[in-house]
């Protein structure tokens, strides 16, 4: 109680400090108010926002809560139209936590029982029996003719798959995963070999089971599918005398090798028994609009998004076990992504005073993406404008740093220079959007724009790694900006002392000046692929 208290006192104070003009630029006309983006205004809001007092901004803590209220006082006070529930800033969104009973859940083999800790941990509650069948990582993928299901009847067995899906070309979004399959398929469980090895890892993962599993209530599945990761020790009973035995099963898992899929022996009965109990949590998006000044293109928009959320204290819920122990233990998130989050909140302050552009401009700062996109998720399923009215989603993650010259660190190798951001995904449904993208930067700043990863065999997928990906399963165009990953990604190292402002700046320009355009064309972006159906 103390601690919000604090917070809340906290956000007062330094939304009386004031805000910069944002008087128009010379060049307003052309790509908007980008001058009212300013160092000083950034660095303001980042040193609250990726302050110790909002301990991390976990999504579900004070702090996260007290950033947001940070984030919509600044947008009242700037008159931008709320978005959220019920004339609110806020899209709250009901987060299901599932905590595991250890004594009351069994997984048995026939008349052997194996122990909830040792031998197996509980992804989803439920009560299902059935012979096994395994279906390598389980996930379809009919543009690469990937189907580990054909010639095989699923119905009413349980599938063993591999933890998954490494591998696989992702970016195709025609994909189905193992659980969604179980599901069509009529199979009555899911047992997970991990790709894990070793006590230490297999302790750290009882560790974060311990906590519970979270998922998007709203969004949950009607009936969870039963479903245990399985320990080495399950593993070799339960391959044992098939064609494959557990040990090449688990060098499987560890090399994301699935191999052929295939019926075990016939009377092999496997059967869960898994217990949990359920409650609720809350969080939410921020959302605003700034309204555009045409009487008709103004009921369109260019969506704009960031993550307000970040990992919390150390060790992070999301996480098996600490990342660095002693020392530091908030994960302040200067970068990742409270360069985005004071990005969007500068271009809100700067449009909000004029001019205008001739469609609207949405403002979304997600919630959860570290917990795998929950706000993005959520907001695409359960939009508070029509998503069809949606042109483009510009998405700001990670956008504050760069590699000096002399830095020859391993670790920061794929850091962008000064004067260089990723643009990821810009032509993926679009090349109109995608070349609109391009010549902004090159006739506003010239930055240099890198497409590193949107190769289709970028190992790190980075397209599908941020909340952009959700719009872009809706058929949305979308360009997510990004400066790179670097040695303070995900540690407690990543401070606002380590921010390049003036990149910051210009990239937050950048970013202004494509939605300006976007904004005041004539015509919506033109699409080349249809919408995902997935």
Same mark, same amino acid.
């Given at each position: ?34 001058? *009212? ?39 009242? &006070? ?18 299901? &936590? ?25 992804? %989803? ?13 389980? $996930?379809?993928?009919?543009? &690469?003719?990937?189907? /580990?299901?054909? #010639? ?18 992702? *970016? ?24 894990? !090895?070793?006590?230490?890892? $297999? ?7 311990? &906590? ?34 557990? *040990?090449?099963?688990? !060098? ?39 309204? #555009? ?16 959320? =970040? ?12 990342? !660095? ?55 695409? *399923?359960?939009?508070?404008? /029509? ?9 700001? @993650?990670? +956008? ?9 660190? !391993?670790?920061?190798?794929?850091? %962008? ?5 990723? +643009? ?10 995608? @070349? ?30 941020? @909340? ?8 949305? /165009? ?7 990953? =670097? ?5 407690? %190292? ?30 919506? /972006? ?9």
């Amino acid at each position: 109680m103390l601690r919000s208290s604090i917070a809340r006192l906290a956000v007062t104070l330094l939304l009386l400090v004031g805000a910069v003009s944002a008087a128009s630029a010379p060049g307003a006309a052309v790509f908007g108010p980008t001058d *009212a983006i300013t160092i000083a205004g950034l660095r303001r809001h980042l040193n609250f926002v990726a302050s110790d007092a909002l301990e991390g901004r976990d999504a579900l803590s004070p702090g996260f809560r007290a950033a947001a209220e940070y984030i919509a006082s600044t947008l009242d &006070r700037i008159g931008a139209m709320p978005a959220g529930d019920t004339g609110t800033y806020f899209q709250h969104l009901a987060i299901r &936590r599932t905590t595991v009973d250890p004594e009351h859940s069994t997984v048995a083999l026939g008349d052997r029982h194996y122990k909830y800790g040792d031998d197996f941990l509980v992804a %989803s509650a439920g009560t299902a029996a059935g012979e096994p069948v395994y279906v390598g990582q389980g $996930w379809r993928i009919p543009s &690469r003719k990937v189907d /580990p299901y054909a #010639g095989l009847d699923v119905n009413g067995r349980m599938l063993v798959v591999l933890h998954g899906p490494a591998n696989l070309d992702l *970016a195709r979004s025609d994909y189905t995963t193992a659980q969604e399959n179980a599901r069509s398929l009529g199979a009555r469980g899911v047992v997970t070999v991990a790709s894990f !090895q070793g006590l230490a890892a $297999w302790t750290r993962a009882k560790d974060l089971a311990s &906590r519970g599993s979270l998922e998007l209530d709203r969004l949950a599945a009607a009936e969870s599918m039963p479903a245990i990761v399985a320990a080495p020790s399950l593993v070799a009973d339960l391959f044992r005398g098939e064609q494959e035995d557990g *040990a090449r099963i688990a !060098q499987r898992a560890t090399a994301r090798d699935p191999g052929e899929s295939f019926a075990f022996k016939p009377g092999k009965l496997l059967s869960l028994n898994l217990a949990a109990a359920r409650t609720l949590e809350d969080t939410m998006n921020v959302v605003a609009v700034i309204e #555009g000044s045409d009487p008709v293109l103004r009921h369109e928009y260019v969506a704009l998004g960031a993550h307000l959320d =970040h990992l919390g204290r150390n060790p992070p819920p999301q996480m098996v076990g600490p990342r !660095q122990p002693g020392g530091d233990d908030i994960y302040n998130g200067a970068d990742d992504d409270g360069s985005g989050v004071v990005a969007l909140l500068s271009m809100a302050e700067a449009v909000a005073a004029g001019p205008r552009p001739r469609r609207s401009l949405l403002f979304v700062w997600h919630t959860g993406e570290e917990w795998g996109s929950w706000g993005a998720k959520y907001f695409t *399923a359960f939009p508070t404008v /029509p998503l069809d009215h949606i042109v483009a989603q510009l998405n700001v @993650d990670m +956008i504050g740093r760069s590699r000096p010259a002399d830095d020859t660190s !391993q670790e920061d190798a794929v850091l %962008s220079g000064p004067d260089e951001v990723y +643009i990821v995904g810009s032509r993926k449904l679009s090349q109109d959007f995608g @070349d609109t993208c391009a010549e902004v930067d090159r006739t506003f700043l010239g930055l240099s724009l890198n497409y590193k990863y949107d190769k289709p065999d970028d190992p790190e997928r980075i397209y599908e790694r941020s @909340d952009h990906y959700e719009y872009a399963r809706k058929g949305i /165009p979308v360009a997510f900006y990004f400066t790179g990953l =670097h040695r303070d990604y995900h540690e407690p %190292s990543d401070e606002v002392t380590r921010i390049d402002f003036d990149k910051l700046q210009r990239v937050s320009r950048t970013i202004l000046a494509t939605a300006w355009t976007l904004a005041n064309r004539d015509e919506r /972006p033109r699409l080349d692929r249809p919408a995902s159906t997935h």
